[in-house]
Nanobody, 129 residues
Framework: QVQLVESGGGLVQAGASVKLSCAASGRAFSPYAMGWFRQAPGKEREFVAAISWGGSRTRYADSVKGRFTISRDNAKNTVYLQMNSLKPDDTAVYYC??????????????????????WGQGTQVTVSS
């Protein structure tokens, strides 16, 4: 059973930086792309960023492009989300997600939540103005 555990959230001021981590267990980590999504109060879950299995490809939502960076450490079975220049609109619960498909098969639609059957419990990020 795939388990994903996010950490690193908290309360920060606008303009600050936060780095989220997601530790994966239950299966091999390196063959799988990984994604980050977020859900703000009263809104639907939305795509934030994704990284391919080897880390050579990334994709970002337009709203975070240039501010957020996704990365992975396959030796530590961990994916990261570095968030800089945070805005109050970034306030949300951030979820790590893992696909069922391996290697490039998961890169067909890395920005769709339907690609990912496995989800973490989420970590809250609150950005005050």
């Amino acid at each position: 059973q795939v388990q994903l555990v996010e950490s690193g959230g908290g309360l920060v001021q606008a303009g600050a930086s936060v780095k989220l981590s997601c530790a994966a267990s239950g299966r091999a980590f390196s063959p799988y792309a990984m994604g980050w999504f977020r859900q703000a109060p009263g809104k639907e879950r939305e795509f934030v960023a994704a990284i391919s299995w080897g880390g050579s490809r990334t994709r970002y939502a337009d709203s975070v492009k240039g501010r957020f960076t996704i990365s992975r450490d396959n030796a530590k079975n961990t994916v990261y989300l570095q968030m800089n220049s945070l805005k109050p609109d970034d306030t949300a619960v951030y979820y790590c997600a893992a696909p069922l498909a391996v290697y490039d098969s998961a890169w067909v639609a890395p920005d769709r939540s339907s690609t990912y059957p496995f989800w973490g419990q989420g970590t809250q990020v609150t950005v005050s103005s």
